[in-house]
């Protein structure tokens, strides 16, 4: 923490304004308008800061580097509530499957373990674990609507119903359990804080932070599953860089084994990012702890790279159109 490089306060942002989180979000799937409505005025956090909505203000970002236990949600949620027991933030991340595990044998397995709301034992206890903190946890989870079975990410905030992003790049095997994600990714607010999520694969994709932070996003929680060492974290140093936000990474430790006896290893490396790519957390490959540092909402809201150059006013999206084409130019046939 004494190290934590000093953050430059930011100016307005130049051209159109990109946090019109409401009338953006109205827009947006029909069934995410409600779960994705701010309250203001919130009070957030243990450590008596202001919440009003000044972008200024200090708030606590806490990533939880852990093991979870495959197929013991159980097990998981105790582990979860006694990692965060002696910390104090205003947003928790947490990592991908964190409730169940990664490699769950069948989609069978993966349904028995999703949480399905309203009536979700699981959602009600970390409902009730962020009430009893006063803070946000970003936790990524098996999430059931119907028949579908999607990765998700569940945002819970102290008298607010859950929000949900729902993985839209789905990784090796995932495939065979999971629905892909067919909504947008949104932007939910914890205090003055906005906040972005996406889960691990993701982070291939740049076009997921950067609708994010078109969206307004000052922070990206990143819940994640690694299993390729050191690739996220320098991908997500950039992704903080190019889109001027924090970035949030929660990874996990430990290893599985699929039920035809394949290893994974997971990588841990947690970290959370500045707006410049700067380490504010960083743990090691093997720890299993829960740490907190310090962000500024206003520093994420500075997109100027010099004097003349600003991240997202200089873009030049009538020249991107390649970016929504389907065919892939150049693509093996076999591909």
């Known amino acids: ?8 306060a930011p100016d307005r942002l130049r051209g159109p304004r990109l946090h019109r989180l409401g009338a953006d979000l109205s827009r947006r799937h029909p069934d995410d308008r409600q779960e994705a409505q701010p309250r203001g005025g919130l009070a957030l956090g243990e450590a008596g800061l202001s ?27 105790a582990a979860i509530a006694a990692g965060l027991a002696d910390l104090t933030a205003d947003l928790f991340v947490l990592p991908e499957l964190a409730t169940s595990g990664y490699a769950l044998p069948d989609r069978r397995t993966a349904l028995a373990l999703a949480e399905s709301p309203p009536d ?11 009430e009893r903190k006063r803070a946000a946890i970003a936790v990524g989870l098996p999430l059931r609507e119907g028949e579908r079975l999607y990765n998700a990410a569940a945002l819970l905030r102290p008298g607010e119903a859950p929000a949900f992003y729902r ?14 994600g067919d909504r947008p990714p949104a932007v939910l607010t914890v205090g003055p804080l906005r906040v972005g999520l996406m889960i691990c694969f993701d982070w291939v994709f740049p076009e997921v932070a950067r609708c994010l932070a078109l969206a307004g996003a000052d922070l990206i929680a990143h819940p994640a599953n690694l299993v390729l060492p050191g690739l996220a974290q320098a991908a997500m140093a950039t992704r903080a860089v190019e889109n001027g936000v924090y970035a949030a990474t929660a990874n996990r430790v430990g290893e599985e084994r699929y039920a035809d ?9 947690s970290q959370l990012l500045d707006p410049r790519g700067r380490p504010l957390l960083v743990f090691g490959v093997g720890e299993t702890r829960g740490a907190v540092a310090a962000i500024q909402p206003a520093a994420a ?6 004097a003349h150059n600003h991240l ?3 873009r030049r ?8 084409a389907s065919e892939v130019q150049g693509r093996a046939p076999d591909a």
Do not use: C, I
């Open 317 to 324: 999206p009538a020249l991107y159109a390649g970016l929504l």
């Open 167 to 180: 993985k839209l790049h789905l990784f090796d095997r995932e495939g065979t359990l999971f629905d892909p």
């Open 120 to 130: 979700s034992p699981g959602l009600a206890a970390l409902q009730d674990l962020a």
């Open 261 to 269: 006896g394949e290893p994974l290893r997971f990588t841990g490396a």
């Open 1 to 8: 923490m004494a190290d934590r490089p000093r953050l430059r």
């Open 51 to 77: 919440r009003a909505e000044d972008p200024a203000s200090e708030l606590r970002v806490g990533l939880l580097q852990f093991a979870p236990r495959l197929g013991d949600r159980a097990a998981n949620l």
């Open 312 to 314: 997202l006013a200089d």
């Open 301 to 306: 809201r500075d997109k100027r790279l010099t």
